[in-house]
């Protein structure tokens, strides 16, 4: 019989040891090197984030300049490679209300798969990820299981897994099952976007670059393979700029951007999701943010309104820019 995982300690102990942090493993499947004693399928690390929202027209410009620095990330190829997520959270949203109220200590849960919904298996390779913010450091940890057995550590059926299992491995797989029980956590949104990513060479062996375009979601039917529609969350118009890195931003990454007047700004896809899905205000006060600020400029910056519609729209799903990218068979049955 399956069982969940309990520990007698807290889980706000689980944060990311030293040993964790030397297995520094890219959340979108960059090299690692385990240096624990112990084969674990568990892998952390810790890194800063910058983000940024780029326009269509500039993103050509940006390619080029992030190639003359860096390289094509060995899973990126010529054109990137799709992402998609399903966040859990209680349903008071306990998650999303700690990421807009500024918590210096806050975390989320996600099951996430690279690839093709259509390839997407009861067996398939997904991870279970628990990333979260300590102060201005972004932690992640996340393990590798067949999606069945991730759906199964995620629920209240619970997962035992097969073999032996590093301590390490372990306690993650105890604080994934502790949250969801103690919190009763369940599936609240479902993200996909394209990715493209480039990697840090020579002296930036530690950067990473993703751009993320036509960020999607839905807001039921939370199986990762699902036929049902996706709709946009964010205007086609723009795509996401993530700058990641161990320990310092390189000043030629602070140039770029400044020489082409992108702004930073603090845009969460989960957050953005919810918003779009009319599940939440934007916050208690309803206050603006960077993201509103940037989306009251419009296509030119010269103060229209968007063009596209972010929070609100048309019932219909599906767009001109190909939003409806739902598998094209039934959606595989995992229990």
Same mark, same amino acid.
């Given at each position: 019989?399956? !069982?969940?995982?309990? %520990?007698?300690? /807290?889980?706000?102990?689980? $944060? &990311?040891?030293?040993?964790? #942090? +030397?297995?520094?493993?890219?959340?979108?499947?960059?090299?690692?090197?385990?240096?624990?004693?112990?084969?674990?399928?568990?892998?952390?690390?810790?890194?800063?984030?910058?983000?940024?929202?780029?326009?269509?027209?500039?993103?050509?410009?940006?390619?080029?300049?992030?190639?003359?620095?860096?390289?094509?990330?060995?899973?990126?190829?010529?054109?990137?490679?799709?992402?998609?997520?399903?966040?859990?959270?209680?349903?008071?949203?306990?998650?999303?209300?700690?990421?807009?109220?500024?918590?210096?200590?806050?975390?989320?849960?996600?099951?996430?798969?690279?690839?093709?919904?259509?390839?997407?298996?009861?067996?398939?390779?997904?991870?279970?990820?628990?990333?979260?913010?300590?102060?201005?450091?972004?932690?992640?940890?996340?393990?590798?299981?067949?999606? !069945?057995?991730?759906? %199964?550590?995620? /629920?209240?059926?619970?997962? $035992? &897994?097969?073999?032996?299992? #590093? +301590?390490?491995?372990?306690?993650?797989?105890?604080?994934?099952?502790?949250?969801?029980?103690?919190?009763?956590?369940?599936?609240?949104?479902?993200?996909?976007?394209?990715?493209?990513?480039?990697?840090?060479?020579?002296?930036?062996?530690?950067?990473?670059?993703?751009?993320?375009?036509?960020?999607?979601?839905?807001?039921?039917?939370?199986?990762?393979?699902?036929?049902?529609?996706?709709?946009?969350?964010?205007?086609?118009?723009?795509?996401?700029?993530?700058?990641?890195?161990?320990?310092?931003?390189?000043?030629?990454?602070?140039?770029?951007?400044?020489?082409?007047?992108?702004?930073?700004?603090?845009?969460?896809?989960?957050?953005?999701?919810?918003?779009?899905?009319?599940?939440?205000?934007?916050?208690?006060?309803?206050?603006?943010?960077?993201?509103?600020?940037?989306?009251?400029?419009?296509?030119?910056?010269?103060?229209?309104? &968007?063009?596209?519609?972010?929070?609100?729209?048309?019932?219909?799903?599906?767009?001109?820019?190909?939003?409806?990218?739902?598998?094209?068979?039934?959606?595989?049955?995992?229990?």
């Amino acid at each position: 019989m399956l !069982r969940r995982f309990r %520990r007698e300690s /807290s889980s706000h102990s689980q $944060e &990311p040891s030293e040993a964790d #942090s +030397s297995v520094l493993h890219s959340a979108d499947h960059t090299a690692s090197t385990d240096r624990t004693a112990t084969a674990s399928r568990l892998h952390a690390f810790n890194r800063f984030e910058i983000k940024y929202l780029v326009p269509h027209d500039q993103a050509e410009e940006l390619r080029q300049e992030l190639r003359r620095h860096m390289d094509d990330d060995a899973y990126s190829g010529d054109g990137g490679y799709p992402i998609t997520s399903v966040y859990y959270d209680t349903a008071q949203l306990k998650f999303y209300w700690e990421k807009i109220e500024g918590l210096k200590f806050r975390r989320k849960l996600r099951v996430r798969h690279y690839g093709k919904a259509d390839d997407l298996t009861p067996e398939s390779k997904v991870f279970v990820e628990i990333k979260q913010r300590v102060n201005r450091v972004t932690q992640k940890r996340r393990v590798a299981l067949p999606y !069945r057995d991730a759906l %199964r550590l995620c /629920s209240t059926e619970g997962y $035992e &897994p097969e073999g032996e299992v #590093s +301590s390490r491995e372990r306690a993650f797989l105890d604080e994934v099952a502790t949250l969801v029980g103690e919190l009763d956590l369940r599936p609240m949104v479902t993200t996909g976007y394209h990715r493209e990513a480039w990697v840090g060479r020579e002296a930036d062996l530690g950067l990473r670059v993703t751009l993320d375009h036509r960020l999607r979601g839905r807001d039921r039917d939370f199986h990762l393979s699902s036929e049902s529609p996706n709709r946009l969350v964010l205007p086609a118009r723009l795509s996401v700029l993530e700058v990641k890195a161990n320990e310092r931003v390189p000043a030629w990454v602070t140039d770029l951007t400044a020489r082409m007047s992108l702004d930073v700004v603090r845009i969460s896809k989960y957050c953005q999701s919810v918003q779009a899905f009319g599940l939440a205000p934007r916050s208690t006060m309803h206050a603006p943010d960077e993201v509103d600020a940037v989306l009251g400029a419009g296509p030119a910056g010269a103060g229209q309104a &968007p063009a596209d519609p972010v929070t609100t729209g048309p019932t219909d799903p599906t767009t001109t820019d190909g939003v409806n990218d739902a598998p094209n068979r039934k959606s595989v049955l995992v229990r």
